[in-house]
Structures are given as C-alpha cells and as structure tokens.
C-alpha cells in the first residue's frame, strides 16, 4: 500500500524556519513534491525534486527562501522553509508521480501558519 506521511507544519513567526519532512512508502517515485492550499485559494505548486538526477524546480514565489531534498535510501522527501512570511501560511501537501504525468499519490497534508 502507497503512503505519503507528512510532518514539521506548526507555528512560526516571520521570518522564522521549518522543515517538512514526506515519509513514503509502498515504492519509489519519479517525481515528489510539495503542494500548498491557502483558505479560500487553490492548491499551487511550491516545489519538486526527480529520484534519480536530483533536478530541482521552484514556484517563483519561493526561490530563494526553500530548498526542497530527498534521502533515497529514506524514500523520504524534505521541505527546508526559511524567511517564512505571512502569505506562506497554508495546509502543504506532499505529492508523488510514479511516470511521467499527474501527480498520483498524495498525502494528508500538514499545517504551516506564519505570524506576523
């Protein structure tokens, strides 16, 4: 059975830090990645990384300030968020792709609140 388990949302000030971390389980994934859905918004991609190469690619509104990675050997997937700021304030999903195409696995998602 596929899993994707997420955890280290919670509460920060801005400016502040968090990693998040994707545990999966079941098989190895092409692509994983993270989502965020903010109230009354819809979900958007923050960030992704490949299995094999490692490659990498960023929402606009993040580069610079988050840094996504994975340890193979894990199958885990993390989310290094500095510089937080109120408008990251969101409910971050982990997301996975077995091929090429959409995302087919999610997880459950994780609370990230930044205050001002």
């Known amino acids: 059975q596929v899993q994707l388990v997420e955890s280290g949302g919670g509460l920060v000030q801005h400016g502040g830090s968090l990693r998040l971390s994707c545990a999966a389980s079941g098989r190895t994934f092409f692509i994983m990645g993270w989502f965020r859905q903010a109230p009354g918004k819809e979900r958007e991609f923050v960030a992704r990384i490949s299995y094999s190469e490692g490659s990498t690619l960023y929402a606009d509104s993040v580069k610079g300030r988050f840094a996504i990675s994975r340890d193979n050997a894990k199958n885990t997937v993390y989310l290094q968020m500095n510089s937080l700021k109120p408008e990251d304030t969101a409910v971050y999903y982990c997301?996975?792709?077995?091929?090429?195409?959409?995302?087919?696995?999610w997880g459950q998602g994780t609370q990230v609140t930044v205050s001002s």
């Open positions: 997301a996975a792709k077995a091929r090429v195409g959409s995302y087919d696995y």
